[in-house]
Structures are given as structure tokens and as C-alpha cells.
T-cell receptor
Framework: SQTIHQWPATLVQPVGSPLSLECTVE??????LYWYRQAAGRGLQLLFY??????ISSEVPQNLSASRPQDRQFILSSKKLLLSDSGFYLC??????????FGQGTRLTVV | RKEVEQDPGPFNVPEGATVAFNCTYS??????FFWYRQDCRKEPKLLMS???SGNEDGRFTAQLNRASQYISLLIRDSKLSDSATYLC?????????FGSGTQLTVLP
């Protein structure tokens, strides 16, 4: 069966520090991968999605970047965090047609 | 205009009530649709898929109206445990687009 792993679960980082969140998928190949952010009490905002290795589409210009170095690995990064980067970050995968599955999320607080 | 729009609520209903959520989408080429449920501080989880013919799962009924470009979710005999945020989701060109979610609170 397919599983998705996302870590860490919680993170507190100072302003200006770098960020690296990792997401890996097991049990499937060539998944569509997504990074979402959810601010407190708000909906899901699509940040990046990828349909293959090295293929990244950015939905919102911001302080973040994403990479897909392997088929089932998706990394969200920042060189210098801002206070506004705080939020709940969710990784998801899908086959492009049916339901999407989410990781358990990373709650990031920038202080 | 957002590609997928939902009434954010909140909807506060008593136990046993019937509640309906609607979601509209702007791109007629959108393909598959789903309803997700998100509990506070948790990841979204699939509630049900949505088909043009309508589909039912226990107390939940989902319907897709392609002519009017909306999807709906009906919850009958609501339970306290139904309290959550409900998200509608559409696919377009293999990209998932989420509505902002509708918050439901079922009151005792």
C-alpha cells in the first residue's frame, strides 16, 4: 500500500534561518507531489507541485523553493525564513486523477 | 476569481439536523472532484468522491452538477463527530485545487 511520510511534525525556527522539510512516498511510482501551506483558520494554499523528477511548478511567488531530487522525494526549502512563513505545511501525492493523500503535516513557527 | 469557491461558514447546527454545503468551480474543464474532511490541526482526509450520478455513503450524499459547475455535500442526521472543516477539491490538468473549506460545528 502507498504511504507518505513527512517530517518533522513541528518546528520552531528563528527569523532568517534556513528551512528544509522533506516528504517521501512509498508504494507508488511517478506520483504527482504537492506542497500546501495552511495559515491558522484558513484554507489550503498550493505552493508547489511536481509531475516528475526535476519538474517543479510554483503557484505563488514567495520566499520558498521546492526540489524533487528523486521520484518519490519532495523537499521544501527556504534560505531565510520570514515571520510570515509560519503555518501548517502539508505534503500530498496523487496519481493525477483520483484522490490525494496527505502527510501528517509540519507545524512551523517562525520566531 | 478563485478556481474553487466555498462558503466558509461557520455552520452551527444542532445534532440530528441536515446540513448542505455547496462548492462552485470556475473551469469547466475540471475533471474529478472530491470532498475532504479536516479536523483541527490535522491533515485533510478523503470523505468521498463526487460523481455526476451522485453518490451516497451512509449519511453523506455528494452530487456533481456540471451544467451549473457546482458540487454539493449533504449530511443527514448530523452527529457531534461531524464537526470539522469540509473541503471541496477539483482536478484540472492533474493539478489539485482546494476550496478554502467550510467549517461545521454540530451542537448538542
Amino acid at each position: 500500500s502507498q504511504t507518505i511520510h513527512q517530517w518533522p511534525a513541528t518546528l520552531v525556527q528563528p527569523v532568517g534561518s534556513p528551512l528544509s522539510l522533506e516528504c517521501t512516498v512509498e508504494g507508488t511510482s511517478n506520483p504527482n507531489l504537492y506542497w500546501y501551506r495552511q495559515a491558522a483558520g484558513r484554507g489550503l494554499q498550493l505552493l508547489f507541485y511536481s509531475v516528475g523528477i526535476g519538474q517543479i511548478s510554483s503557484e505563488v511567488p514567495q520566499n520558498l523553493s521546492a526540489s524533487r531530487p528523486q521520484d518519490r522525494q519532495f523537499i521544501l526549502s527556504s534560505k531565510k525564513l520570514l515571520l510570515s512563513d509560519s503555518g501548517f505545511y502539508l505534503c500530498a501525492w496523487s496519481d493525477g486523477e483520483t484522490e490525494a493523500f496527505f502527510g501528517q503535516g509540519t507545524r512551523l513557527t517562525v520566531v | 476569481r478563485k478556481e474553487v469557491e466555498q462558503d466558509p461558514g461557520p455552520f452551527n447546527v444542532p445534532e440530528g439536523a441536515t446540513v448542505a454545503f455547496n462548492c462552485t468551480y470556475s473551469n469547466s474543464a475540471s475533471q474529478s472532484f472530491f470532498w475532504y474532511r479536516q479536523d483541527c490541526r490535522k491533515e485533510p482526509k478523503l470523505l468521498m468522491s463526487v460523481y455526476s450520478s451522485g453518490n451516497e455513503d451512509g449519511r453523506f450524499t455528494a452530487q456533481l452538477n456540471r451544467a451549473s459547475q457546482y458540487i454539493s455535500l449533504l449530511i443527514r442526521d448530523s452527529k457531534l463527530s461531524d464537526s470539522a472543516t469540509y473541503l471541496c477539491v477539483g482536478y484540472l490538468a492533474r493539478q489539485l485545487t482546494f476550496g478554502s473549506g467550510t467549517q461545521l460545528t454540530v451542537l448538542p
